[in-house]
């Protein structure tokens, strides 16, 4: 009578221990796949601090301005559209509809014709900016890297 109850527990374990291995295999084939990020993924979504890129519709262009206490040769008023991407660390974040002012960081005053021709007014551009706070720490200044024109 021993050996049929020890028979009969062994034969146990074993189905128990099939079906587990079953569940184990099941699991296994419904695990979602995860795709490594590719390093071109990684690089269109990295933005460097203080740095914002939007498409704003230029309002108009002048020459010889100071945005806070800082002088720039050319400077440019514009109507925001949208903000596409932005780093961190900005402390006043740009809305669409806001009209702000840009100024050039490194524009000779002989470009200015060619910039006020380039960029006319109700025209859309791709601007790239970086923030910057004013001394007296209350405002911002916001100052152009880099634009690109919609044709």
């Known amino acids: ?14 189905s128990c221990k099939s079906n ?20 071109s993924d990684l690089q269109d979504n990295t933005i460097d601090p203080n740095t ?10 002048t020459k010889n301005v100071s945005i806070c206490e800082k002088n720039f040769k050319t400077a440019t008023t514009v109507k925001v559209k949208q903000i596409i991407n932005s780093g961190s660390g900005i402390t006043n974040m740009i809305s669409p509809g806001q009209e702000i002012t840009f100024g050039f960081m490194n524009s000779p005053t002989n470009d200015f014709d060619t910039l006020k021709q380039r960029i006319p007014k109700d025209k859309e551009v791709s601007f790239k900016i970086r923030e910057n706070l004013c001394p007296d720490m209350s405002k ?12």
């Open 52 to 61: 914002v890129h939007l498409i704003a519709v230029i309002q108009g262009v």
């Open 1 to 14: 009578m021993d050996k049929i109850l020890y028979i009969l527990i062994v034969v146990g374990l074993f």
């Open 20 to 39: 587990s291995i079953a569940q184990e295999k099941e699991a296994e084939k419904t695990k979602p796949k995860v795709e490594k990020p590719k390093f």
């Open 140 to 151: 911002t200044v916001y100052e152009v890297i880099g634009f690109k024109t919609k044709d």
